[in-house]
């Protein structure tokens, strides 16, 4: 899962950065408004934690442009402004959640499980992914069939889950590169196609009935295998 926090007290954003890493997370910081928008309109994120105040472009303006894209990532304002009209102003716009400085973490992580739930996550662990006949384990970075086990590296789960965030939707390579590699990265396409090979390997590995699916000239979809 991919995380953009947009923070500009650099000891809390290192403070966080660091806490998140340690969870499983992917992490993107940046300390402004103009980094915060440019990360921010990728749309590769799975959760955004936009602070309110932050210099060049404020969070609720970053907030506003984002929602006028039909950027619909989850987001949530982290801020010292905690009146209700604050809190009021931040939901009405766009907010899916909004946390008071200071806050403990657990109830940052407790508040990021909530937002990112979708239909499709089967099981109630929170460090799992489950869809079809597999399940994902961030923690133990396993991948569960009805084989067995299959332990992935780093990248290989970073693909893994975001197939398993889209499933049977056809995802651009550019989109999955992004998403994946970050916007930073200079990977080269071929890496692509080496890890969705290597993907591919371990689901058949744990006895998956789930294929990814090639289309040409565009990218890639996790689908389910149809019986002979």
């Known amino acids: 899962m991919r995380i953009l926090l947009a923070e500009d007290d650099k000891d809390l954003n290192k403070a966080l950065t660091w806490q998140l890493t340690g969870q499983g997370y992917t992490v993107d910081s940046c300390y402004d408004g103009d980094e915060a928008l440019y990360y921010g309109r990728q749309n590769i994120y799975d959760v955004i934690l936009l602070d309110r105040m932050l210099p060049c472009h404020e969070g609720l303006e970053i907030l506003t442009i984002l929602r006028q894209h039909s950027i619909n990532v989850p987001i949530i304002l982290i801020t010292a402004l905690g009146t209700l009209q604050d809190k009021i102003a931040g939901l009405d716009l766009g907010a899916d959640d909004y ?15 909530c937002v990112t739930r979708r239909s499709l996550v089967l099981n ?74 290597f993907l591919r390997r371990r689901l058949k590995a744990v006895g998956s009935s789930l294929q990814i699916k090639t289309i040409r000239g565009v990218g890639y979809g996790l689908i389910v295998q149809e019986a002979d």
């Not at 400085?101 to 508040?111: H, S, V, Y």
């Open 99 to 113: 946390l008071v400085k200071p806050f403990d973490f657990e109830e940052l992580m407790a508040r990021i499980r």
């Open 124 to 197: 109630t662990q929170p460090d799992m992914l489950s869809y079809h006949d597999v399940t994902w384990s961030y923690s133990k970075m396993c991948l569960t069939g009805p084989s067995g086990d299959s332990t992935l590296s780093k990248r290989e789960g970073d693909l893994l889950e975001c197939f398993l965030h889209t499933p049977e939707k056809i995802l651009g390579r550019e989109t999955i590169l992004l998403k994946v590699w970050g916007p930073d990265s200079d990977v080269e396409n071929g890496n692509l196609d080496n890890y969705v090979h």
